[in-house]
């Protein structure tokens, strides 16, 4: 009987044989199949006026607000998100969903230019005013579901699948039947029948905002967005009537992060940990106590003319009043006489203290900064006054607001918020001071949509690559 013994090779032989196996498979089979992680969900909310130091001093303002604290251990966070001109919310919020300055994007201010008053006083509510393309634009571009409660310039969003916009006319319960009309149809209805009537669209009282925050954990729930904006209102109206810091201010911060912590119970009922939470702010805010009435001294320059009932009959120069700010818009920009009368009035005036201005802005920096491209001056008040309504009477006056923004966004107290917790986003990482601009690019790139318009980049979060496939609601 003939025995037969194995052949012996070299090691180093047969691990080459064994990768060319190896390489040949996968020439034909192609790559590995690695997993891949699904996008997550990206929800943003605003809480209006919150100053970055009500949650990174939290302590030493007394205040117990467990969740925003969260933010700080888990994630990454900013010191002061330097904002856009005016530093006031229409402008902010639109710069956060597009990347780019109110020039660019088109929302210019809270309400419209309008100096005789045909428009009562209407806001910048309606999207087809924005001229890029938002979040909600990409993310529908990309097959993404998107839902909205209350963000600003959201009525009549041609992208936003389940829509509650902010809008109001009369401020009476009347209003309510237009947000009807204006919400995704069956929407409110749906939400109300379990949940209760819906806020007004003028009410920016706490008790609004934890309706609004029980709408949208409800829709969370039901929708399951991959994309979702939220706004909260009762911050910046609390800060306005008794200013920043206040005992009631702070007593409505804690509120709201209680109703922040029902729509993060939503989110992760809705998606496990498969979501991105990132909690923004719009502006600052500064205690304040006097106006500048700067028509005052327009009037008699005869800038302005008024009638009898002091309605504006005509202009030459208007002003365009955004808090702490106010654009000086001419009737006609050719008119170089009309230029050198305001250039000589705002210099006077501001060569005198007690009128609170702290500069005057020409147009090239105006407009180099993004803000008010129809103005050619930019009065920038110091903090502690803001702009007034006065027509007739003393030039400065006491204030009807103890608090304020609007300010030249230089001014360090109008830093506004940005936090943001999340899978593979480091913990406890302090990003520093960053660039408002820079919030809308970097969803997209979680999201993982385009916003080609953005004139900064992303910011660096991710303690691993960004995710590889799409957002999937079965994840």
């Not at 330097?82 to 530093?87: A, E, I, L, N, R």
């Not at 009959?313 to 006609?332: E, P, Q, T």
Request: glycine share 8%.
């Amino acid at each position: 009987m003939t025995s037969h013994r194995l052949r012996t090779y070299p090691l180093g032989f047969c691990l080459a044989i064994l990768a060319g196996l190896f390489l040949s498979a996968a020439a034909f089979a192609g790559p590995p199949d690695f997993p891949q992680k699904p996008r997550p969900a990206v929800i943003l909310i605003s809480i209006d006026g919150l100053k970055p130091e009500y949650v990174l001093d939290a302590r030493a303002h007394g205040l117990k607000i467990k969740n925003l604290r969260d933010f700080l251990r888990d994630g990454a966070y900013s010191t002061g998100v330097h904002g856009v001109v005016p530093t006031v919310t229409y402008p902010s919020h639109t710069t956060m969903l597009t990347g780019v300055a109110p020039a660019t994007h088109g929302i210019y201010a809270n309400t419209t230019f309008d100096p005789f008053r045909k428009n009562y006083g209407g806001w910048y509510w309606y999207a087809e005013d924005i001229k890029v393309p938002t979040l909600w634009d990409a993310a529908a571009a990309a097959g993404l579901v998107t839902a909205n409660v209350h963000w600003p310039v959201g009525v009549a969003a041609p992208h936003i699948n389940w829509n509650l916009p902010q809008y109001w006319r009369a401020g009476t319960p009347d209003d309510r039947k237009l947000l009807r009309v204006l919400a995704t149809p069956g929407l409110l209805e749906l939400l109300e029948k379990d949940l209760g009537p819906y806020a007004d669209g003028i009410d920016e009282s706490i008790a609004g905002d934890e309706t609004r925050a029980k709408f949208a954990a409800r829709l969370i729930e039901l929708k399951r967005p991959a994309f979702a904006t939220v706004y909260l209102t009762a911050l910046d109206t609390e800060q306005h009537a008794s200013g920043p810091f206040s005992a009631q201010s702070i007593a409505t911060l804690e509120r709201i992060d209680a109703a922040l912590g029902l729509i993060l119970k939503s989110i992760k009922h809705a998606y496990g940990k498969n979501a991105v939470v990132c909690v923004v702010s719009d502006h600052g805010f500064v205690p304040t106590d006097k106006a500048l009435n700067l028509a005052v001294a327009f009037r008699s320059a005869g800038l302005i003319d008024f009638d009898e009932k002091d309605a504006v009959k005509s202009w030459k120069a208007m002003i365009r009043g955004a808090g702490g700010s106010a654009a000086i818009v001419l009737h006609d920009k050719s008119d170089a006489a009309t230029k050198t009368q305001v250039a000589t009035l705002l210099a006077t005036l501001a060569a005198d203290p007690a009128n609170g201005i702290d500069r005057v802005i020409n147009e090239d920096e105006l407009h180099a900064r993004g803000g008010f491209p129809d103005a050619t001056f930019l009065v920038a008040l110091r903090p502690g006054f803001v702009t007034g309504d006065g027509v007739s009477g003393n030039l400065v006056t006491a204030s009807t607001y103890k608090g304020m923004h609007g300010y030249w966004p230089d001014v360090a107290d109008m830093n506004s918020s940005f936090f943001l917790i999340g899978p593979d986003i480091r913990g406890g990482h302090s990003l520093g001071a960053i660039d408002m601009r820079s919030i809308a690019p970097t969803l997209a790139v979680i999201l993982g949509v385009s916003l080609p318009d953005a004139e900064v980049k992303s910011l660096q979060l991710f303690v691993l690559e960004p995710f590889a496939i799409p957002w999937n609601p079965g994840n």
